[in-house]
């Protein structure tokens, strides 16, 4: 393999307890030049979410292989489950990894979305850095009134699909498509049980009442471990660093006179995102990719 | 290409200055699987370190075609330059990558010995970790006389070769085969002209004066700059990382009332230097090689 131009896909499916019915849906993803990264399931939410990766090509192949299987195998009109949800096949997110562009991923997410209604008769909207409109950015927003409320809100001309006619799919809804940074879900534990602190620690570092930008934040108790929680999720490393959201946390908790007790990256992280914060910590000056032996390595045996 | 199981190889051969001789005797390296990543001619020393990695065997058939090579082309004889040596190929050794272990290189250090020693007939020292006497380790020690002193000093008991007979090469001497941790080139800036600061804290961070395991360090006078430089060779970042001896010329500087302006990786540095001092930092608990991204999708493919 090299390590250019790959690119992650992430899709959530509106099934998490029937095992086959996972199984089936996330292995047709198995296609030449792709990877399984993951399949994580939860019955309460009643989802799955799935992740792959490989070339350009090949994981738009994988993503409309799954999008068939998802569209073929899931009923929404049976569905209950505790997350919000309009499709089958409810989110297709594409992610940069190394090699490859936001814009890569935006004419990647453009392109699948495209099939998936002319071929599935699914109707497809474009969200986060795909989305042709503003409005529809924010996923939370696309989803609103779910599958229930599919049938009267797609008729709205400012809900017309990007993608297919204006009716939903009897079965498998609608599917928002897009393109996004690599999430990472990032945790501080402090020590000490004052829930309350964690609570206003994480309302300093989230966004939407204030803080960092690209950070989402929720303060947690954690009593098995005797401690509190600011649980995360860093939706664009570049634009907000891990250093970022822990020298705040680090700081407002300080000003309370409590410690940090460590933090834990739940699940998986684009290398660059701690290679970033070694450079930002040790103030390293003119680094470059190219200096990592690994990185050279790796383009030596591509050109070879 | 896969990640795992590759082998560096930083032969320093013994002329710097012909620029013809170094080229060929860097061809030798290009064998299938292995990638040439640096040639760097030094006329003063008449001395050129050239690095290549690959997979083990691939590494070990590329070693010992350039120390052929190396024998073939350059006679010490009427070699005169600035840096100590004892061989046409004087040093060759052998650094641990992703998947392999030092013991891997000591391995294949005895094994590429053995042969250069059978088959080219230059008596081999193993030095570094792969020497068999502890005062050996010390690649100065067994340098020690260098090419002109070679002929009397084999004859002792105590200097007889660890592969070959106690008879230099005519031309090409004696080579010294190891293994070793990769070594990082690594500087950092002080806000200040005040050479005698940077040579004391060079001497508080270097082990031979009671600093840090695995850390060599100078003070230098950056005039073009305006300010003075620790500059240090990292030996074992596993001992000491970039953050330890960071952390500890911050400090000292901090206490003279100075800060510190940056610091500058010199050359490749393997990749887990930088993730090591990012966990530090980040005081990431439980995080494992195996949550990062294209970690994962490098094993995923090589798997698959």
Chains 1, 2 share one sequence.
């Not at 660093?241 to 460590?262: C, D, K, N, S, T």
Request: with cysteine; glycine share 10%.
């Amino acid at each position: 393999m090299t390590l250019c131009q790959r690119v992650e896909c992430v899709p959530n499916i509106s099934e998490g307890r029937d095992a086959g019915v996972v199984r089936d849906v996330a292995q047709a993803v198995r296609v030449d030049g792709v990877a399984l990264l993951g399949v994580d399931s939860d019955p309460d939410h009643h989802r799955t979410v799935i992740s792959f990766a490989g070339s350009v090509e090949a994981v738009a192949r994988a993503a409309f292989a799954l999008a068939k299987q998802a569209v073929k195998r899931i009923d929404l009109n049976t569905h209950r489950g505790a997350h919000p949800r309009m499709g089958s096949l409810d989110v297709l997110p594409f992610v940069p990894l190394q090699g490859t562009t936001m814009d890569d991923c935006v004419a990647l997410a453009r392109q699948v979305g495209e099939r998936i209604a002319r071929e599935l008769r699914v109707p497809v909207y474009l969200y986060g850095e795909a989305a042709v409109r503003p409005e529809r950015r924010n996923l939370a927003a696309v989803r609103r009134g779910q599958f229930e409320g599919l049938t009267e809100k797609i008729k709205h001309p400012q809900w017309a699909p990007d993608f297919g006619d204006p009716v939903p799919h009897p079965t498998a809804g609608a599917t928002a498509v897009g393109a996004r940074a690599p999430l990472i879900a990032f945790n501080v534990n402090l020590d000490t049980e004052d829930l309350d602190l964690a609570r206003q620690i994480a309302k300093k570092v989230r966004y939407s009442s204030g803080g960092l930008p690209c950070v989402k934040a929720l303060g947690f108790a954690l009593p098995q471990r005797a401690c509190v929680q600011v649980s995360m999720n860093m939706t664009d490393y570049e634009r907000t660093g891990l250093h970022g959201a822990f020298g705040l946390i680090e700081q407002e908790a300080a000003r309370a006179g409590v410690g940090v007790l460590g933090s834990e990256i739940v699940g998986l992280t684009p290398q660059r995102a701690l290679l970033d914060s070694a450079q930002f910590y040790l103030k390293l000056n003119g680094f470059s990719q190219g200096q990592i032996l690994e990185h050279v390595l790796a383009e030596a045996e591509r050109d070879g």
